[in-house]
C-alpha cells in the first residue's frame, strides 16, 4: 500500500502519470480514424455493389442506398465506442506492463 501511495504522491495525486493518459486518448484517436476510413471503404464497396446489382432499377438502387448511407451514419455515430472498446485491450496492456515493472518491489 505504501508503494502506490508513493506513486501516487509523485503523480500529483494521480494514479497514473499524464503520459499515459495521453498515450491512450491518441491511440483512441487513431483508433476512431481507422475505423471511420474502413467504414468509408466499406460503404462505398457496398453501393458500387448496389449500382451493379441495380443498375436495370433506376428507384430501388436509390432505395438500397440510401438505407446503405443510413447504416453508415450509425455506425458513425457509435465509432467512439467502438474504438473505446478496442483500446481497453491497449490500456490494459499498458497498465501491465507499467505493474510488471515495479513487480520486483512487492517481492
Aim: charge should be neutral.
Amino acid at each position: 500500500m505504501e508503494l502506490i501511495d508513493k506513486m501516487v504522491q509523485n503523480n500529483q495525486g494521480a494514479y497514473f502519470s499524464d503520459p499515459i493518459y495521453k498515450n491512450i486518448d491518441q491511440k483512441l484517436r487513431q483508433q476512431m480514424e481507422h475505423l471511420k476510413q474502413v467504414y468509408a471503404d466499406e460503404l462505398q464497396s457496398k453501393i458500387k455493389l448496389v449500382e451493379k446489382e441495380y443498375a436495370h432499377n433506376p428507384e430501388e438502387k436509390e432505395k438500397q442506398i440510401m438505407l446503405l448511407k443510413q447504416k453508415h451514419e450509425e455506425r458513425m455515430k457509435n465509432v467512439r465506442e467502438e474504438a473505446e472498446m478496442n483500446i481497453f485491450q491497449v490500456a490494459f496492456d499498458m497498465i501491465k506492463n507499467l505493474l510488471s515493472g515495479i513487480r520486483h518491489m512487492f517481492w
